[in-house]
């Protein structure tokens, strides 16, 4: 017998309507209470749809206003001390402090330090943990969602971020004790959430735990079977199901997993490819198996999962995506832009639980033929359309070589005919690309895409916002601008929508972090660069100043990284595809005059597989892509990059094999952790440690700013030292942009006098 489940569904809204309800109440335009109620609708949205889709066991919780971790932060009452937090109910004031930071007279405070969700493009809060950390319920949320679930006709299961994968993902404040060492602290209060939601009627509870698929040490997954039995003794005849996803579930712990006295496992068989084994696997267990791909966009074979399926011997089991289809848009149905034949191979959120119903009517029913046959020719047109491939492309890759990859001088060399060329000051200002796209930027990119407003109209408004930017930089004394990319909506579809093999949706949203969404292009074919993509207002903008303006460009890792990529062929090949077309761009830019170059990799290192064994091969390919990008320039010519939430120091050797002749690395919420590595690695070349925080309305102090500096520059040559913010401006107003800028250059100027 096949039950279908959810493990998660996406929370933003179809039309992201908790996206425009959260920036409104952070505005002051809507009261809580109307956020609350966009909220409900959403959640009563989401279960209604997931039920009318012939999904049997919904899920509750998988809602959030800003992030799950954070929730699991406030569940669990680990607020750290400086968010001055009463120890009651936690408040949405001190949720939204500790997510964007707070800049009152009550409460100063940066926001908790954010990074990637495991290889997604998804972001989450890191906890906080003292040594002797408390922990207690602090927070009703998942409680009031069951029941408010409850009281609309759904039964649902509600999921809990597992405890081992909370502590192995939190980081402690002494930067020593090991997280884990609080599970015996931990324990009693997940013990107690479960009971409650067991005397709440709850049949069936979901632990996440995903950090299960990375290769553990020894002393953790000791720890498994006997967590879970503890969890199971406090869930009493509520059954559980363990989750796992993004990657095979690893061997030690899939065995600490089957010998505990849980009642279900989820295991990916997407990603997760030898989980396969565990099909066979004699157990009185129920096993989920994710069939459905819950982390891209492509429609199932259908006809291949019924196959995979029906390996599996066991009396009961459950069908379900891959992951929670949070990385996933909403429904295809909505989609106006994707051309026709493309669409036809596409299943977003709402199609991949038909998919799943199709998949439970057919083994357990005979189902409808039509239904598969449809399937699979859609199937077969995708494999076999003249739009997918280009043999041009193909050769070209062939033609890789050290000449390609490897710059005509070594950095120290190429840093002296910089330094001579350029003549900058100690402690260099620049920023990482954007500026604010405030709403007269928005309305007059939708207005042109409408046909509202002449392209001639719309590129004499773009002129004048960079001339203006421009200008702001000088009057700031910023000594490196940029033009302020009021022609890009984004860093990656911008590109995309110029690139052949790309093509994009109206209605493809999904959430990177809070209330930010992006709309990842799609990679369906050979990809090649026809035309120069930012020569013209790159060349536009060095004609308004005598300062340099660097030539802004996304690197292939990426484009890759960032878009829903076809999966009919290794990944390494898309990316040296993207790679060759910027490599194309990095040379028109150069020869037109600009001086310096900055090929932006923010996701190199969240490409990193979760198991160590495939790093060497995933950090060889991705190093070279994007120095096929960058190495085509002359010594005279500065290529910059720009990594964001780097935890790099297991991959320094790598960073350095880059060899950009800059790199500048977000590092303020870390408070200049991250620059720890350079204790022990010298690195090359030069280097901006981001000094204060765009993800926050918070302007800095200078003593802040300063106080980084002063610790950077313990562990950096301070000839090599950028001054920058962490990361892109673009979703920041204009005043709090000024304030912060003003600050930094005035704080780097005091640097240069010390």
Known sequence: MINTISIGYPRIGPK????????????????????????????????ETQKKNGIDILSSNDFSFYDQVLDMICLLGAIPERYKWDGNNVTSKTYFAMARGSQTKELDVGALEMTKWFDTNYHYLVPEL??????????????????????????????????????????STDGKTNTLNLLDRILPVYKDVIKKLVSLGA???????????????????????????????????????????????????????????????????????????????????????????????????????IDLIKKHQGNEVFISSSCPLLHT????????????????????????LAELNVLKDNINNGGSKSELDKNQADIKDRQTSTLIHDQQVKDRIKTISKEITNRKSVFAQRAEVQRKIFNLPAYPTTTIGSFPQTTDVRQARAKFKKGELSEADYEKFLKEKTIDTIKKQEELDIDVIVHGEFERNDMVEY?????????????GWVQSYGSR?????????????????????????????????????TGPITILQWSFVRDDQPRKFTAQEIAFAIRDEVKDLESNGIRMIQIDEPALREGLPLKRKDWNEYLKWSVEAFKISASVVKDETQIHTHM?????????????????????????????????????????????????DIHSPRVPSKEEIKELLVKASKLIDTKKIWVNPDCGLKT?????????????????????SN
């Open 130 to 171: 003292k040594p002797d950390q408390n922990f207690k319920i602090s927070s009703d949320k998942i409680f009031k969602e069951f029941e408010e679930a409850k009281a609309l006709g759904f039964n649902t299961k509600p999921i809990l971020l597992g405890p081992i994968t909370f502590l192995m993902l939190s980081k």
């Open 644 to 692: 964001c939430y780097a935890e790099f120091e297991d991959i320094i050797d790598s960073i350095a094999a880059l060899d950009a002749d800059v790199i500048s690395i977000e590092t303020s919420r870390s408070r200049m952790e991250l620059l720890k590595t350079f204790e022990k690695f010298k690195y090359p070349n030069e280097i901006g440690p981001g000094v204060y």
């Open 16 to 47: 992201r309507e908790l996206k425009k309800a959260l920036e409104s109440f952070w505005k002051g335009e809507i009261s809580e209470n109307d956020l609350n109620r966009v909220a409900q609708d959403l959640r009563k949205y989401n279960w």
């Open 495 to 507: 590109f995309g929508e110029q690139l052949k093999g790309f093509t994009f949706s109206s209605s």
């Open 329 to 352: 848009p909403y429904d295809l149905d909505n989609e106006t832009k994707v051309p026709a034949e493309i669409k036809r191979w596409l299943a977003f959120a709402k199609q991949k």
């Open 203 to 305: 049949t069936w509870i979901q632990i996440d735990e995903p950090i299960l698929v990375k290769g553990l040490e020894s002393n953790v997954i000791a720890k498994v079977k006997s967590t879970l039995n503890e969890l199971k003794v406090a869930a009493g005849n509520t059954k559980v199901l363990v989750c796992t996803y993004f990657e095979d579930l690893e061997k030690n712990a899939a065995q600490e997993i089957f010998d505990s006295n849980v009642d279900a496992i989820h295991l990916d068989l997407v990603r997760g490819t030898n989980n396969k084994e565990y099909l066979t696997q004699k157990t009185n267990k129920i096993i989920s198996l994710g069939v459905v791909d819950g982390r891209n966009i492509w429609k199932s074979d259908l006809k291949a999962k």
């Open 517 to 553: 969404c992006v709309k990842p292009p799609i990679i369906f074919g050979n990809v090649s660069r026809p035309n120069a993509m930012t020569v013209k207002w790159s060349k536009f903008s060095q004609e308004q100043t005598k300062r340099i303006v660097k030539g802004m460009l």
């Open 732 to 752: 920041r107003g204009w005043s709090e942009t000024i304030g912060a800028l003003k600050t930094m250059v005035d704080a780097a100027k005091e640097m240069r």
